[in-house]
């Protein structure tokens, strides 16, 4: 089992300051940095990880932990511990990912939680409605998440519930959730470039950010 002070040690005794100064200048300054980039933080705790899968369960307690650590390293760990679990995810543990999604929130973890939350809809059907409700909340995190989850599932896309999801937000002014909106067209545009050809027709009221995004790869 991971120990959360024993790996705060292992981040600790390699940080590299210079490299946490770039990395928190291009967070906007948001957020502490040891220093480590993705592959070298990575090596810090793989062994771990592949020792964790062999348990089956997931430790809440050491999530918790590090979502609470002032360093960003340590909601990197997070995303990346779910991920490598994200079989043993169960649907009454998407109101602790919430809680991940709105606290320290920003594009980079958002954009990693999505991928348990996205396997899990595939197993538990549930999880649609529960998309489609966070779609219509206030909180732009929760919306992109709703928006973005169905990435790269090509023909096992619900577009119904792509479609639904998206339309709850055609008329968002917000950056974060435009590009989401482009993005999640955009891949599915490899799959079904008629059908997004089609749901751009129909929903004029999208940003122009959105669909120069959204319209990359069509022809």
């Not at 770039?22 to 090596?43: L, P, V």
């Not at 606290?103 to 939350?117: R, V």
Request: glycine share 2%; net charge positive; charged share 30%.
């Amino acid at each position: 089992m991971i120990n959360y002070l024993e790996l705060k040690k292992r981040f600790e005794n390699n940080k590299d300051l210079d490299t946490a100064r770039h990395m928190k200048a291009y967070m906007r300054n948001q957020f502490d940095f040891y220093g480590y980039q993705a592959a070298r933080r990575k090596q810090v705790y793989h062994q771990d990880l592949l020792l964790e899968k062999k348990d089956k369960k997931i430790n809440w307690k050491l999530l918790d932990q590090a979502w609470q650590d002032k360093y960003r390293e340590f909601q990197y760990f997070g995303c990346d511990y779910l991920i490598s679990m994200q079989k043993f995810l169960e649907y009454k543990d998407l109101e602790k990912i919430k809680v991940y999604v709105t606290t320290k929130s920003w594009w980079d973890t958002t954009d990693s939680l999505i991928k348990p939350i996205g396997k899990l809809g595939l197993r538990d059907k549930r999880v649609n409605e529960l998309m489609l409700e966070w779609s219509k909340q206030d909180n732009i995190w929760l919306v992109r998440v709703a928006i973005e989850h169905q990435l790269l599932r090509k023909e096992k896309t619900n577009t119904q519930l792509l479609a639904q999801i998206i339309a709850n937000n055609t008329s968002s002014d917000e950056f974060f959730i435009n590009k989401a909106i482009g993005w999640a067209l955009r891949d599915y545009s490899k799959t079904n470039p008629s059908w997004v050809k089609k749901f751009i027709s129909d929903h004029p009221e999208m940003s122009d950010f959105s669909v120069k995004q959204a319209s990359r790869y069509l022809k």
